[in-house]
Protein backbone atom coordinates (compact mmCIF):
# COMPACT_ATOMS: atom_id res chain seq x y z
CA UNK A 1 0.00 0.00 0.00
CA UNK A 2 1.28 3.45 -0.81
CA UNK A 3 0.84 4.74 2.71
CA UNK A 4 3.62 2.27 3.81
CA UNK A 5 6.17 4.21 1.85
CA UNK A 6 5.52 7.11 4.25
CA UNK A 7 6.15 4.88 7.20
CA UNK A 8 9.72 6.23 8.12
CA UNK A 9 9.28 9.87 7.32
CA UNK A 10 6.08 10.26 10.10
CA UNK A 11 7.83 7.89 12.38
CA UNK A 12 10.74 10.38 12.10
CA UNK A 13 8.38 13.42 12.56
CA UNK A 14 7.43 12.12 15.49
CA UNK A 15 10.81 11.72 17.42
CA UNK A 16 11.01 15.12 16.17
CA UNK A 17 8.12 16.21 18.06
CA UNK A 18 9.18 14.21 21.08
CA UNK A 19 12.82 15.65 21.25
CA UNK A 20 11.72 18.92 20.59
CA UNK A 21 8.98 18.99 23.14
CA UNK A 22 11.39 17.16 25.97
CA UNK A 23 13.74 20.52 24.79
CA UNK A 24 10.81 22.94 25.49
CA UNK A 25 10.14 21.03 28.47
CA UNK A 26 13.68 21.02 30.12
CA UNK A 27 14.07 24.85 29.08
CA UNK A 28 10.89 26.37 30.33
CA UNK A 29 9.78 24.18 32.97
CA UNK A 30 11.36 23.62 36.13
CA UNK A 31 15.24 23.98 36.81
CA UNK A 32 17.82 23.69 34.20
CA UNK A 33 21.46 23.63 35.01
CA UNK A 34 22.52 24.69 32.01
CA UNK A 35 21.23 28.31 33.04
CA UNK A 36 23.39 28.96 35.96
CA UNK A 37 26.07 31.28 35.42
CA UNK A 38 29.26 29.04 35.14
CA UNK A 39 31.52 31.96 34.63
CA UNK A 40 30.79 33.73 38.03
CA UNK A 41 29.40 30.88 40.49
CA UNK A 42 32.47 29.19 42.71
CA UNK A 43 33.14 25.57 42.47
CA UNK A 44 31.18 25.59 45.95
CA UNK A 45 28.46 27.96 44.86
CA UNK A 46 27.49 25.48 41.28
CA UNK A 47 27.39 22.20 43.62
CA UNK A 48 25.33 23.51 46.04
CA UNK A 49 22.97 24.99 42.75
CA UNK A 50 23.27 21.63 41.39
CA UNK A 51 21.92 20.22 45.13
CA UNK A 52 18.87 23.00 45.21
CA UNK A 53 17.95 21.70 41.55
CA UNK A 54 17.53 18.16 42.37
CA UNK A 55 15.81 19.42 45.68
CA UNK A 56 13.19 21.24 43.54
CA UNK A 57 12.93 18.78 41.24
CA UNK A 58 11.84 16.30 44.27
CA UNK A 59 9.68 19.39 45.02
CA UNK A 60 7.74 19.66 41.80
CA UNK A 61 8.74 16.58 40.13
CA UNK A 62 5.94 18.18 36.85
CA UNK A 63 8.07 20.82 36.61
CA UNK A 64 4.72 23.05 36.83
CA UNK A 65 6.63 26.11 38.35
CA UNK A 66 8.49 28.62 36.45
CA UNK A 67 12.42 28.52 36.04
CA UNK A 68 14.45 29.85 38.77
CA UNK A 69 17.49 29.01 37.35
CA UNK A 70 17.84 31.93 34.59
CA UNK A 71 20.42 35.07 35.67
CA UNK A 72 18.42 38.10 34.74
CA UNK A 73 20.55 41.14 34.77
CA UNK A 74 21.30 41.48 38.53
CA UNK A 75 22.63 44.74 40.64
CA UNK A 76 23.91 44.86 44.10
CA UNK A 77 22.42 48.31 44.54
CA UNK A 78 19.01 50.17 43.90
CA UNK A 79 21.27 53.04 41.78
CA UNK A 80 18.02 55.30 42.97
CA UNK A 81 19.61 58.77 42.05
CA UNK A 82 19.28 61.14 45.13
CA UNK A 83 21.40 64.30 44.10
CA UNK A 84 19.38 65.20 40.56
CA UNK A 85 15.73 67.04 40.99
CA UNK A 86 15.19 65.93 36.93
CA UNK A 87 15.77 62.50 37.78
CA UNK A 88 13.44 62.33 41.25
CA UNK A 89 10.01 60.46 40.49
CA UNK A 90 8.21 57.79 41.78
CA UNK A 91 8.71 55.64 39.04
CA UNK A 92 12.15 55.32 40.12
CA UNK A 93 11.38 54.03 43.51
CA UNK A 94 8.48 51.79 42.38
CA UNK A 95 10.70 50.35 39.74
CA UNK A 96 14.01 49.71 42.31
CA UNK A 97 11.02 48.21 44.99
CA UNK A 98 9.63 46.04 42.44
CA UNK A 99 13.23 44.49 41.46
CA UNK A 100 13.68 43.54 45.30
CA UNK A 101 11.11 41.08 45.24
CA UNK A 102 12.09 39.42 42.43
CA UNK A 103 14.04 36.73 44.55
CA UNK A 104 11.37 35.78 46.58
CA UNK A 105 8.54 35.23 44.50
CA UNK A 106 7.94 32.94 41.16
CA UNK A 107 6.84 34.51 38.13
CA UNK A 108 6.59 33.58 34.69
CA UNK A 109 8.64 36.77 33.38
CA UNK A 110 11.56 38.51 35.48
CA UNK A 111 14.22 41.06 34.12
CA UNK A 112 15.97 42.37 36.51
CA UNK A 113 17.39 41.91 40.44
CA UNK A 114 18.48 43.70 43.14
CA UNK A 115 19.03 41.78 46.71
CA UNK A 116 17.23 42.45 49.73
CA UNK A 117 19.40 44.19 52.25
CA UNK A 118 19.25 46.61 54.86
CA UNK A 119 21.05 49.31 52.71
CA UNK A 120 19.06 48.77 49.53
CA UNK A 121 15.92 49.04 52.16
CA UNK A 122 17.36 52.35 53.82
CA UNK A 123 17.60 53.79 50.26
CA UNK A 124 14.30 53.31 48.89
CA UNK A 125 13.06 54.65 52.25
CA UNK A 126 14.87 57.43 52.03
CA UNK A 127 14.09 57.72 48.62
CA UNK A 128 10.57 57.46 49.12
CA UNK A 129 10.96 60.81 52.41
CA UNK A 130 12.80 62.64 49.50
CA UNK A 131 9.92 62.11 47.15
CA UNK A 132 7.74 63.73 50.23
CA UNK A 133 9.47 66.57 50.91
CA UNK A 134 9.99 67.48 47.50
CA UNK A 135 6.67 67.05 46.58
CA UNK A 136 7.24 64.69 43.95
CA UNK A 137 4.57 62.14 45.29
CA UNK A 138 0.56 62.08 46.16
CA UNK A 139 0.07 61.03 49.82
CA UNK A 140 -1.87 58.33 48.76
CA UNK A 141 1.44 56.85 47.11
CA UNK A 142 3.74 57.64 49.91
CA UNK A 143 1.48 55.83 52.11
CA UNK A 144 1.26 52.63 49.91
CA UNK A 145 4.97 52.67 48.99
CA UNK A 146 5.61 53.05 52.78
CA UNK A 147 3.36 50.86 54.29
CA UNK A 148 5.02 48.11 51.36
CA UNK A 149 8.56 49.17 52.75
CA UNK A 150 7.42 48.73 56.46
CA UNK A 151 6.88 45.27 56.04
CA UNK A 152 10.25 44.76 54.66
CA UNK A 153 12.01 46.45 57.25
CA UNK A 154 10.44 44.29 59.82
CA UNK A 155 11.34 41.52 57.15
CA UNK A 156 7.74 40.53 56.84
CA UNK A 157 7.56 39.05 53.30
CA UNK A 158 4.45 36.43 53.42
CA UNK A 159 2.56 38.63 50.68
CA UNK A 160 5.88 39.84 48.78
CA UNK A 161 3.99 38.21 46.12
CA UNK A 162 0.79 40.10 46.34
CA UNK A 163 2.81 43.38 46.66
CA UNK A 164 4.95 42.95 43.45
CA UNK A 165 1.71 42.52 41.75
CA UNK A 166 0.94 46.12 43.05
CA UNK A 167 4.18 47.66 42.32
CA UNK A 168 3.86 46.06 38.46
CA UNK A 169 0.51 47.72 38.67
CA UNK A 170 1.65 50.83 39.31
CA UNK A 171 4.40 50.53 36.48
CA UNK A 172 1.24 49.68 33.89
CA UNK A 173 2.86 46.25 33.54
CA UNK A 174 1.04 43.58 31.35
CA UNK A 175 3.62 40.54 31.99
CA UNK A 176 5.69 39.19 34.83
CA UNK A 177 2.84 39.24 37.71
CA UNK A 178 3.76 36.83 40.45
CA UNK A 179 2.56 33.04 40.30
CA UNK A 180 3.58 33.08 44.20
CA UNK A 181 6.11 32.90 46.62
CA UNK A 182 9.16 31.26 46.18
CA UNK A 183 10.44 27.92 48.28
CA UNK A 184 13.51 27.91 49.94
CA UNK A 185 15.18 26.40 47.88
CA UNK A 186 14.19 28.06 44.70
CA UNK A 187 14.80 31.36 46.39
CA UNK A 188 18.37 30.18 47.44
CA UNK A 189 18.69 29.05 44.11
CA UNK A 190 17.63 32.38 42.37
CA UNK A 191 20.53 34.18 45.35
CA UNK A 192 22.97 32.12 44.20
CA UNK A 193 22.94 32.26 40.43
CA UNK A 194 22.09 36.07 40.40
CA UNK A 195 23.92 37.74 43.83
CA UNK A 196 26.29 35.08 44.81
CA UNK A 197 26.41 33.23 48.36
CA UNK A 198 27.26 36.13 50.14
CA UNK A 199 23.33 37.26 49.92
CA UNK A 200 22.06 34.48 50.78
CA UNK A 201 21.49 35.49 54.66
CA UNK A 202 18.72 37.52 53.15
CA UNK A 203 16.27 34.97 53.06
CA UNK A 204 16.16 34.83 56.54
CA UNK A 205 16.67 38.94 56.68
CA UNK A 206 16.44 40.35 60.52
CA UNK A 207 14.20 43.23 60.35
CA UNK A 208 15.62 46.57 60.87
CA UNK A 209 17.56 47.86 64.08
CA UNK A 210 14.96 49.10 66.08
CA UNK A 211 15.95 52.68 66.35
CA UNK A 212 15.36 52.85 62.55
CA UNK A 213 12.18 51.97 62.88
CA UNK A 214 11.64 54.55 65.32
CA UNK A 215 12.47 57.26 63.12
CA UNK A 216 10.48 56.21 60.35
CA UNK A 217 7.40 55.75 62.36
CA UNK A 218 8.10 59.57 63.72
CA UNK A 219 7.80 60.74 60.23
CA UNK A 220 4.69 58.80 59.60
CA UNK A 221 2.76 59.63 62.33
CA UNK A 222 4.32 63.86 61.73
CA UNK A 223 2.91 63.34 58.30
CA UNK A 224 -0.72 61.69 59.44
CA UNK A 225 -0.98 64.77 61.55
Known amino acids: MKWKKWLPWIG ?29 LTKEEYTRALELID ?13 VTRRINP ?3 TGLVFDDAK ?28 PMTHDNLKEI ?19 QLGQIIERWEQAIFDEIDKEQDVLLEEMYAVIGFSSGLATRAEEELFILNNFGEEYVYTMDLEPMPEEEDEQQEDKTS ?3 E
Open 12 to 40: LVFVVVIMATYAFYQYWMGPNQNELDRDN
Open 55 to 67: IIKEEDPLGRRQN
Open 75 to 77: QET
Open 87 to 114: KLNKGNLVDAMHLMTHQKILATEKAGAI
Open 125 to 143: RDYLELLREKNKIKMEDYL
Open 222 to 224: ETE
